[in-house]
Nanobody, 119 residues
C-alpha cells in the first residue's frame, strides 16, 4: 500500500520560509516523479513543482526562484523549501507520485498539509 505523508506546514508571516517534507512508502521511490501541488480555498488544485527520477525539476511560474524541490532517494523523502512566502501562497499543499514530469496526472496523493501566510 502506497503512503505519502506530508509534514511541515504551518502559519508564517509574509517574507518567511517553510520547509515541507513528504515521506513515501510502499513504492519504488527512486523510479517515480515526485511533485508538490496546492489548492487554495475556492480554487482548483495546481502544480507547484515536480522532480524526476533523474533530479530534473520543473516549477510553476508563480513559485520559480522562491521554492526549491529536493528529493532524497536514500530516505524516500521529497522536500519543498519555500522562501519569500506571500499571502497568495496560502493553500493546502499536497505531495504526489507519478510517472510524468510537470503534469497533474499523478498516481498517488498524500492527504495534504496546510500552509498559511499572513500579511
Amino acid at each position: 500500500q502506497v503512503q505519502l505523508v506530508e509534514s511541515g506546514g504551518g502559519l508564517v508571516q509574509a517574507g518567511g520560509s517553510l520547509r515541507l517534507s513528504c515521506a513515501a512508502s510502499g513504492l519504488t521511490f527512486s523510479s517515480y516523479v515526485m511533485g508538490w501541488y496546492r489548492q487554495a480555498p475556492g480554487k482548483e488544485r495546481e502544480l507547484v513543482a515536480t522532480i524526476s527520477s533523474r533530479y530534473s525539476s520543473y516549477y510553476a511560474d508563480a513559485v520559480r526562484g522562491r521554492f526549491t524541490i529536493i528529493r532524497d532517494n536514500a530516505k524516500n523523502t521529497v522536500f519543498l523549501q519555500m522562501n519569500s512566502l506571500k499571502p497568495e501562497d496560502t493553500a493546502i499543499y499536497y505531495c504526489a507520485a507519478g510517472r510524468t514530469q510537470a503534469t497533474m496526472k499523478m498516481d498517488y496523493w498524500g492527504q495534504g498539509t496546510q500552509v498559511t501566510v499572513s500579511s
